[in-house]
Nanobody, 120 residues
């Protein structure tokens, strides 16, 4: 089992910045992907950014150039630095860990979510 605790959400004006953190505890496999997803009211949950255990990152087109994902493997923590925030970034942000136990099969774990609100 893996437990995820997120922090860093809040209210910010458009153009501002926030940094989200997610600390993972429990059984973290050596081959894993950590990431952030978000869900706005009335919309489906969508990928924001992911980062592999060796540091390869992937971003949604909507956040490229504004958001940066990073991780500290020693602390089992993933971060999301969000700059130049826009009102459309308003959503509940969820931390995710995928523990791979084979080439393609994994267990999925989710945090409780943290609200990010960007005012115009």
């Amino acid at each position: 089992q893996v437990q995820l605790v997120e922090s860093g959400g809040g209210l910010v004006q458009a153009g501002g910045s926030l940094r989200l953190s997610c600390a993972a505890s429990g059984s973290i496999f050596s081959r894993n992907v950590m990431g952030w997803y978000r869900q706005a009211p009335g919309k489906q949950r969508e990928l924001v950014a992911t980062i592999g255990s060796v540091g390869s990152a992937n971003y949604a087109d909507s956040v490229k150039g504004r958001f940066a994902i990073s991780r500290d493997n020693a602390k089992n923590t993933v971060y999301l630095q969000m700059n130049s925030l826009k009102p459309e970034d308003t959503a509940v942000y969820y931390c995710n860990v995928k523990n791979f136990f084979s080439q393609i099969a994994f267990n999925d774990y989710w945090g409780q979510g943290t609200q990010v609100t960007v005012s115009s």
